[in-house]
């Protein structure tokens, strides 16, 4: 597509439940990427994707959370028994990763809401 | 230590001022850099590259200092536009995990 998209927009869920966030990169993006970003902070890294390489997924903040690729395409984020804490807008980015040219595009976010 | 430290500010300039934010970062393998601006419940996007020998893009300037592991950003003749949350990145490899700085925020005031 010519941008990334990103499924909910807006996600409200009580305690304890299972969410699961889409994203959808630019079409040829071979890296993707996830961020977290709380109110008023910067963007927390969480996981990333490159082709069919193991992802990097070092900033996983606990086991509650995963991600998934498939295809080399679209990817899943799960967060398994939300937690209050969970709040905060969930960001993807996709990138064409070749050398020189690690520019970074943007989703507009999913709105996380645990109450 | 963060892997990429910034000033939060906020910095509060009148139109017109000069203003300059720096970004360290603490991986010396680092090679790619950028800075990204960010509107109020916006995504970030992507605002210039940082290349080592510096470069300019109009009112902008961005420069990197390998020796002391920063790099700068100098926003010149300052417009109301400008006002948003500037974010600074840094790469390890050409590709791979890119980290933030969690990010300066600029208030341009009349």
């Known amino acids: 597509g010519a941008g990334v998209s990103q499924s909910p927009s807006n996600k409200v869920t009580e305690k304890g439940k299972d969410v699961e966030l889409r994203c959808d990169p630019i079409s040829g993006h071979t890296a993707l990427y996830w961020y977290r970003q709380s109110l008023g902070q910067g963007l927390e890294f969480l996981i990333y994707f490159q082709g069919n390489s193991a992802p990097d997924k070092s900033g996983l903040p606990s086991d509650r959370f995963s991600a998934e690729r498939t295809g080399g395409s679209v990817s899943t984020l799960t967060i398994q028994r939300t937690q209050q804490e969970d709040s905060a807008v969930y960001l993807c980015a996709s990138s064409l990763a070749s050398a020189g040219s690690n520019v970074l595009t943007f989703g507009a976010g999913s709105r996380l809401t645990v109450l | 230590r963060k892997e990429v430290e910034q000033d939060p500010g906020p910095f509060n300039v009148p139109e017109g001022a000069t203003v300059a934010f720096n970004c360290t970062y603490s991986n010396s393998a680092s090679q790619s850099f950028f800075w990204y601006r960010q509107d109020c419940r916006k995504e970030p996007k992507l605002l210039m590259s940082?290349?080592?020998s510096g470069n300019e893009d109009g009112r902008f300037t961005a420069q990197l200092n390998r020796a002391s592991q920063y790099i700068s950003l100098l926003i010149r003749d300052s417009k109301l536009s400008d006002s948003a949350t500037y974010l600074c990145?840094?790469?390890?490899?050409?590709?791979?995990?890119?980290?933030f700085g969690q990010g300066t925020i600029l208030t341009v005031h009349p």
């Open positions: 990145n840094a790469g390890g490899t050409s590709y791979g995990k890119l980290t």
């Open positions: 940082v290349y080592s």
